[in-house]
């Protein structure tokens, strides 16, 4: 005595194939596929179905009530969690980087001091400062690494 889901289900099997193929490679398809699964009658339940996709059981749960309430629509309409604001305000990081193209730094520890001076952002560690840098995809670019008390007169000098 259970639900026959294969009856339930407006959509062909070929329309949500056609969805599931499109979705592919994106958290969405996910959804899609179970519907498809459920109407082919390959999964019975959605207990079932859990295990198959990867998911919790209640999880499935919840994604067959948005399906029976709102429609397939609702279902497969993926919205990103926005996640926190970034701390460093745009403006503060294409100065940033502007600085650092100039030459003016080549280590963390000189980004943190910029920041900190410059734009009074005193909050990241360097850990954190790093974890920005690798969000943005921006490394310090430098050439080769120069002793802090070296002296470029001398070292010119020497060349000759």
């Not at 499109?22 to 596929?33: E, H, N, S, T, Y």
């Not at 309430?69 to 609702?74: D, F, I, M, Q, T």
């Amino acid at each position: 005595m259970g639900i026959d889901y294969g009856a339930q289900i407006s959509q062909s099997t070929s329309a949500l194939l056609a969805l599931e193929k499109r979705l592919r490679g994106q958290p969405i398809a996910d959804r899609v596929k179970r519907l498809r699964l459920l109407n082919t009658h390959t999964i019975r339940s959605l207990r079932a179905a859990a295990p198959v996709l990867g998911y919790s059981e209640r999880q499935v749960q919840r994604w067959w009530a948005t399906d029976t309430s709102r429609g397939l629509e609702a279902l497969a309409r993926w919205q990103p969690r926005p996640g926190r604001r970034e701390r460093v305000p745009a403006e503060a990081w294409t100065a940033l980087v502007t600085a650092m193209r100039a030459g003016h730094m080549a280590r963390l520890k000189e980004a943190q001091r910029y920041l900190r001076e410059q734009w009074g952002i005193d909050d990241h560690s360097l850990h954190g400062l790093s974890q920005l840098f690798k969000r943005h995809h921006t490394t310090l670019k430098t050439g080769r690494r120069r002793h802090r008390r070296a002296a470029p007169v001398a070292q010119v000098a020497f060349k000759k």
